[in-house]
């Protein structure tokens, strides 16, 4: 069954901590792109990934990390230097026109 | 980042009604998307139009590529209760490496 998934679905970790946030595709895409999402908010783009080993910073990168290390996978990695990390993030990758979301992590910070 | 223009924001219309929205750019896109976003799910890609002038249909959904290649619209015929949620247009400049979204379309459906 081919798609995008992201694990787990919610997430709760406490002010201070890092926390990786895990993005799968079996689509065969080489780019992928994480975006953050909040309460009654479009979608921001953090980082994203157009091949294996190389990344680029979107338009609110600072507190986040990635790796790329394998096609099919691109860890986000929210840390303790990122002020408001509670938030909806949603994973995606796309081929040459189309790009394909996945279901989403909804993290919560206290 | 560029953002495109899209309205309405929101929408509150009843069963059975059709639904327009659109997006504008101040930019020409080769590639524009529609997305819905179901609460709190990832959005779902409903057409995706490559051409100008180019008219696409999925079900009652229906998709038009603006002739400038600067807007998009999506249109719902006789809405039903589980066209609610959010709706996404986005557009591609080609070559880009990223999508550009508009900020949604919420859709309120009265029974």
């Known amino acids: 069954d081919g798609g995008i998934t992201q694990s787990p679905k919610y997430l709760f970790r406490k002010e201070g901590q890092n926390v990786t946030l895990s993005c799968e595709q079996n689509l065969n895409h080489d780019a992928m792109y994480w975006y953050r999402q909040d309460p009654g908010q479009g979608l921001r783009l953090i980082y994203y990934?157009?091949?294996?080993?190389?990344?680029q910073k979107g338009d609110i990168a600072e507190g986040y990390s990635v790796s790329r290390e394998k096609k099919e996978s691109f860890p986000l990695t929210v840390t303790s230097a990122q002020k408001n990390p509670t938030a909806f993030y949603l994973c995606?990758?796309?081929?040459?026109?189309?790009?394909?979301f996945g279901p989403g992590t909804r993290l919560t910070v206290t | 980042g560029q953002q495109l223009n899209q309205s309405p924001q929101s929408m509150f219309i009843q069963e059975g009604e059709d639904v327009s929205m659109n997006c504008t750019s101040s930019s020409i896109f080769n590639t524009w998307l529609w997305y819905k976003q179901d609460p709190g799910e990832g959005p779902v890609l409903l057409i995706a139009l490559y051409k100008a002038g180019e008219l696409t249909s999925n079900g009652r959904l229906t998709a038009q590529f603006g002739i400038t290649r600067k807007d998009s619209f999506l249109n719902i015929s006789a809405s039903i209760p589980s066209d609610v949620g959010i709706y996404f247009c986005a557009g591609k400049v080609q070559g880009a490496q990223k999508l550009v979204f508009g900020q949604g379309t919420r859709l309120t459906i009265n029974p």
């Open positions: 990934s157009q091949i294996v080993n190389d990344f």
């Open positions: 995606a990758s796309a081929g040459a026109y189309e790009q394909y």
